[in-house]
């Protein structure tokens, strides 16, 4: 029995598990695999990732595991994003199987429970509640819990028995990666544009173990079976046909292949089953968007999932996981998509691609593209009011009573706040009902304007009631009465106020 399941311990469902246990929701992630894998698919975090992490007290952790820089890149044209308005303008390169270690260390303080060796096989659901199958060590087991959430990875069982449709664009190339050891290595390391042959495209840079390389080919419209088993032969077969050298390759760590396939869920949720991560899209790999996604999914639903078992707030609630997570992922899908077209080999991609590296240099595409790349341009549909509406609160510097801290130091918790910052009479009357659930903070910030990546200074408002994520829910309006408005957003994101 659990609150909640998590099928899955990747970067996603260890998120989503912090998520929600930081609420206080029991919560129960069960997990196929008997150990972590150690393999690193995804390298690093983008800058609103990182700020998830810096909202939740944590990224100081993450920080001191990789290493940042300036840079981000749209199929390997340069975006210079190191005068994006955030504290952390810059990708993280950090291995995945970091993030996971960190993630999970995190879960296991907070008091999440970790089940390893436990499959979802099978899964029933009633009014009340999900029945999950669970095949494991001790064989095979039923468990119940209000909700469940697949975050099992591409080929999602939960998904599959769901009945959840999966449609988009089918593969047109074959991917391998590999973590190798090179008697005849290149002289440097080969990462993007120089890598781009004929044939295909390979890289060659170092791997997280020390001595040991990856290797990235691409092989276009040529599919291999997904099924079908990859061998340090076939990487080197396919480094042969690209690059003309094996590099001589030997002693595999880990080999795997992969295709742009991008395919996203009909829908998010069937029930009391929600998708997140790559269970609910996959896409190809380009500018490493996949593991971002997925941590971001769960800040998202994870408040909204613990509100709704708390019976705090009414089911569809979770409805709005989908309005808002759905078009973020779709448009990274079609990001991908674009990024892999400019990829390809020949003659008409390199003019192609002299185009946009012009483009990239002027400083609004360069801002744009990279807003998005970043995933700091996100602002969720919450309707045309103040700009900073739907999007992410900016990491302000406050003077509180307590003293100074950061906006973002407010969210440590995971609990809405209604950010007071102008001394706004009618909010504590307003606020009356939902004191149980919503923090008010008081406090002053010298900034009369905010800064938004791509949409530049927006005018600061009196007062805004963030949500756990850290998006803006509502601007206090320039006109009173505010408490019959405040009352309607307090209602309709954190449930009907309570007698006190
Ligand atoms: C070459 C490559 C490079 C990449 N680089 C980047 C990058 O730089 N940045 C980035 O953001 N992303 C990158 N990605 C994408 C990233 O790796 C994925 O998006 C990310 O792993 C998704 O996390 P997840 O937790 O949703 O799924 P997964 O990481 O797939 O985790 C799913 C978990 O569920 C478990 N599981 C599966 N089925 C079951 C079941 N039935 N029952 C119980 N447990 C189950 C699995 O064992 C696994 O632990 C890259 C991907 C590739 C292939």
Known sequence: MAEVIVAGAGPTGLMLACELRLTGVDVLVLERLAARSGESRAGGLHARSVELLDQRGIVDRFLAAGGTGPFAHFSFLPLDIGDLPTRHPYAL????????????????????????SAEVTGLRQDRTGVEVRVVGAAGTEWLRADYLVGCDGGRSAVRKLSGIGFHGSPATLTALLGDVRLADPP??????????????????????????????????????????????????????TIADTDFGMHSPQWISSFTDAARQADRYREGRVLLAGDAAHIHFPSSGQGMNLGIQDAANLGWKLAAVVRGQAPADLLDTYQAERHPAAERMLASTRAQTALWRPGAQTDALREVFGTLIGFEDVNRHLGGACTQLDIRYPLGDGHPALGRRLPDLDLTAPTGRTRAFELLHAARPVLLDLTGLPDLRAAIEGWTDRVDL???????????????????????????????????????????????????????????R
């Open 93 to 116: 390169a950090i291995h995945q199987s970091r993030v996971e270690r960190l993630l999970e260390e995190r879960a296991v303080e907070l008091g999440v429970r970790l089940r390893r």
């Open 441 to 499: 903070v008081e406090a002053r910030c010298d900034a009369e304007h905010w800064v938004y990546p791509v949409i530049g200074e927006v005018p600061a408002p009196a007062a805004v009631l963030l949500r756990p994520d850290g998006h803006v829910a509502w601007v206090a309006p320039a006109s009173r009465p505010i408490a019959s408005a405040l009352r309607a957003a307090l209602t309709a994101w954190f449930g009907p106020a309570r007698d």
């Open 187 to 240: 002289p440097g390391l080969v990462f993007g544009a120089e890598g781009r042959r004929d044939r295909g495209s390979f890289m060659v840079f170092p791997a997280e173990q020390p001595g040991v390389h990856r290797v990235i080919t691409m092989e276009f419209d040529t599919v291999a079976d997904r099924d079908a088993p990859v061998t340090v032969e076939t990487l080197r077969q396919a480094c042969r």
